[in-house]
């Protein structure tokens, strides 16, 4: 079941969520002070607004409290970010995500009610690392102290395997959330899907297991 995302600030990170979020099937709003950007991404999300989220009725005109996620992605502005992201658990909205520019502005976020703070400079240095030090990883993502999600390109011993015969949650306690080829992308695959060239797969487990599965 597909939930509901409200996404405030269309910058490079924030447009960046909102396409992905539409990509796999979540209902997004997108909400940016610049009629620009909101332009832009007109044709490509189902929704999106020229508004000024720092206003408490704005937020309520849009049907905020009916969002399951709202993602506050306004770094370049501490003040608004921090102001929306209070707004917003005022409104009821069950999770509320924000980015942060540094860990000050991270500490304030989470104590005005955010439930979890990304710091997107940050993270992308974590990942490059990663990308480095195993040559199939394309993206790495914490979500955890102990456990990640990785999309990692399917190597070639893998070709032309079913998820059974590859048995990879036995052989290294991961699951594969999703196999993408090209532009599609097949989510719960299950245990008959087969690994084709080219494929990506999307895992999750313990980053011990992971580490031992990409070397």
């Known amino acids: 079941m597909s939930k509901q995302f409200v996404v405030i600030g269309l910058g490079r990170f924030g447009s960046s969520v909102a396409l992905t979020l539409s990509q796999l099937g979540e209902e997004v709003l997108g909400m940016d002070l610049d009629e620009d950007r909101v332009q832009a991404l007109s044709e490509k999300l189902l929704h999106v607004v020229a508004a000024d989220a720092t206003d408490p009725a704005v937020l309520e005109s849009v049907g905020v409290r009916n969002f399951d996620v709202a993602v506050v992605s306004i770094g370049e502005r501490l003040q608004d970010s921090i102001l929306i992201t209070l707004a917003l658990k005022e409104a009821g909205i069950p999770r509320v995500v924000a980015k942060a520019v540094n860990d000050i502005h991270g500490r304030v976020l989470i104590k ?16 490059a690392a990663h990308s480095l030090v195993g040559s199939n990883i394309i993206d790495y993502i914490e979500f955890g102290a102990d456990y990640s999600i990785m999309e990692i390109n399917a190597p070639e011993r893998f070709y032309g395997k079913s998820l059974a015969n590859l048995a990879l949650r036995a052989q290294y306690g991961i699951t594969v959330l999703a196999i993408k080829k090209g532009t599609s992308l097949q989510t719960a695959p299950r245990a008959e899907d087969l690994v084709e060239p080219g494929s990506v797969l999307v895992v999750m487990g313990h980053n011990n297991d992971l580490r031992k599965f990409t070397q």
Not at 112 to 127: N, Q, S
């Open 112 to 127: 005005v009610g955010a439930d979890r703070v990304f710091y997107p400079e940050r993270d992308m240095g974590v990942r």
